[in-house]
């Protein structure tokens, strides 16, 4: 599975953003598949992740009632509606994908290349 993520950009806090992610593959529905990101001077942490159906979300409690992850199985594409951003958020953002996709960066099997979000207070 290839991963290109897109969509970040510099948005001022409180506003949106939607990261999108398309997938190469055949197998690209037998992954879970999530987001993680990296911000300046930090490890990279777990964001969001959704099971192959689509039926089951984990978000991050810091993320949890601003973001939102859903994927198109029919598309390859997996995203991260993001709204209510604080300057906290920003980071580079990481999709991944995984057979058994958790929190941790050992559970991902695959990852995409990162895309900036930066937000400015």
């Known amino acids: 599975v290839q991963l290109q993520a897109s969509g970040g950009g510099l948005v001022q806090a409180g506003g949106s953003l939607r990261l999108s992610c398309a997938a190469s593959?055949?197998?690209?529905?037998?992954?879970?598949l999530g987001w993680f990101r990296q911000g300046p001077g930090k490890e990279r942490e777990f964001v969001a992740a959704?099971?192959?159906?689509?039926?089951?979300?984990d978000y991050a409690d810091s993320v949890k009632g601003r973001f939102t992850i859903s994927r198109d199985n029919a598309k390859n594409t997996i995203f991260l509606q993001m709204s209510t951003l604080e300057p906290e958020d920003t980071a580079v953002y990481y999709c991944?994908?995984?057979?058994?996709?958790?929190?941790?960066?050992?559970?991902?099997?695959?990852w995409g290349q990162g895309t900036l979000v930066t937000v400015s207070s």
């Open positions: 991944a994908a995984g057979w058994r996709l958790g929190r941790r960066t050992s559970t991902v099997d695959y």
């Open positions: 593959g055949r197998t690209f529905s037998s992954y879970a």
């Open positions: 959704i099971a192959r159906s689509g039926a089951g979300t």
